[in-house]
């Protein structure tokens, strides 16, 4: 008795050229991977002496300050330093009884809950809004630690919509980089100098989300200057954001 021959299913044509084709996606990988290895080094670098002429360009300015201090010392003056372009607004109050033109303020600075916090470029239209929301926010002249602290504790990015951790470089690089911003050291930079690109790059951060201080807020319906929360507090801003960043 003779056994059947045993036919062989041919293989796709699709398949064999999948086969066929596998050393040459092998190298396009290999090669992708160097070339994205070489970009990560090479922002890697730029960051890095971004970040060292930034340091450098702090401190000049610390020691200009000090220095302009002393002179004005011994001359038996005063310093009477610049007036501050940047401001830290922090919402402290909820909705209950607000008239809709300080609400609809509150949105423009994207403030939008108890805890929300944000900066300001500070001109003549800014500071009127900081007037008609003045009884449900605190704000004050944030210093380079604090704005630094905020960025890399709390930082997330707004990317078409969506609020993203800003776990690297790579989300700035992608969303910021026609204004020459790619770390998160440039992000800092153009804040605390209030540079020409801040608009964008303070758009690009999500609102801030910070916890409620520790001792909790001093009377959220009275003035600073009367002992509450409320209002201007200007340089002790710094104080109330270690507060309330733990």
């Avoid at 809950?113 to 704000?139: C, D, H, R, S, W």
């Avoid at 001093?218 to 801003?237: K, L, M, P, S, W």
Wanted: glycine residues 6%.
């Amino acid at each position: 008795m003779s056994t059947p021959k045993q036919t062989s299913t041919p293989v796709p044509e699709s398949l064999l050229r999948w086969r066929r084709d596998a050393p040459k996606r092998a190298e396009a990988l290999k090669n992708r991977v160097a070339a994205l290895r070489k970009r990560a080094n090479r922002s890697a670098t730029t960051a890095f002496k971004r970040a060292e002429k930034y340091a450098q360009e702090y401190r000049n300015q610390e020691r200009e300050l000090v220095n302009l201090k002393r002179q004005a010392k011994a001359a038996g003056n005063f310093y009477v330093e610049s007036e501050p372009k940047l401001a830290l607004v922090v919402r402290i109050r909820g909705i209950n009884q607000m008239h809709p033109k300080p609400r609809k303020v509150l949105q423009l600075l994207r403030l939008k809950q108890i805890g929300n916090a944000t900066f300001l470029k500070l001109n003549k239209a800014t500071k009127n809004m900081l007037k008609l929301v003045e009884p449900y926010v605190t704000y004050g002249y944030p210093n380079l630690k604090t704005v630094r602290e905020l960025v890399y504790k709390r930082g997330f990015a707004k990317v078409g919509g969506q609020r993203l951790p800003i776990v690297n470089n790579n989300v700035i690089a992608e969303n910021l980089k026609r204004y020459d911003v790619v770390s998160l050291e440039d992000v800092v930079h153009e804040i605390v100098t209030v540079g020409p690109n801040f608009k964008h790059v303070n758009k690009f951060l999500w609102p801030f989300k910070l916890s409620a201080p520790t001792g909790g807020f001093e009377g959220v319906t009275n003035h600073f200057n009367e002992g509450g929360a409320a209002g201007n507090r200007e340089d002790q801003i710094n104080d109330l954001v270690r507060r309330m960043n733990h």
